[in-house]
């Protein structure tokens, strides 16, 4: 088994536990250069909004997409959308990486920004 099939087999308890409270997600994708993150409606179905480092208006605050300060960015962008559509409470999807790094200053970025999870 390889490191992806790994993450995917954790991320699946994970989508689960969510999927069975049907809570609207916050799920993350990160990759060596770039880190994205999406608020998904409850049925699993729906980006309800999105932001990343790849995004325009990141690229030009941010150099770089693949360190913790980006990340922060996303995070702070993304809590002023959902904020912006209504949205508080999220359940967070790590998507089987480790909470640590960037994943961490997404999640505590978002968490400044108003959404609760």
């Given amino acids: 088994m390889n ?3 790994s993450r995917i087999r954790r991320a699946r308890k994970t989508r689960a536990k969510i999927a069975a409270v049907k809570a609207i997600r916050l799920a993350i994708l990160r990759t060596n250069t770039h880190i ?3 608020i998904i409606s409850a049925d699993g ?3 309800i909004t ?3 480092t790849n995004d325009k208006e ?3 605050l941010v150099p770089n997409g693949g360190n913790v300060a980006a990340a922060t960015a996303v995070g702070k962008r993304l809590a002023e959308k959902a904020k912006g ?3 508080e409470k999220v359940a967070f ?3 089987g990486f480790k909470f640590h790094g960037r994943v961490k200053a997404l ?3 978002a968490r400044e920004g108003g959404l609760v999870f």
């Fill in 45 to 47: 179905g729906t980006v």
């Fill in 36 to 38: 994205y993150a999406q």
């Fill in 3 to 5: 490191t992806k099939q």
């Fill in 93 to 95: 999807d790590r998507a």
């Fill in 50 to 52: 999105s932001a990343s």
């Fill in 58 to 60: 990141m690229r030009s």
């Fill in 85 to 87: 559509l209504g949205i």
């Fill in 107 to 109: 999640a505590e970025a």
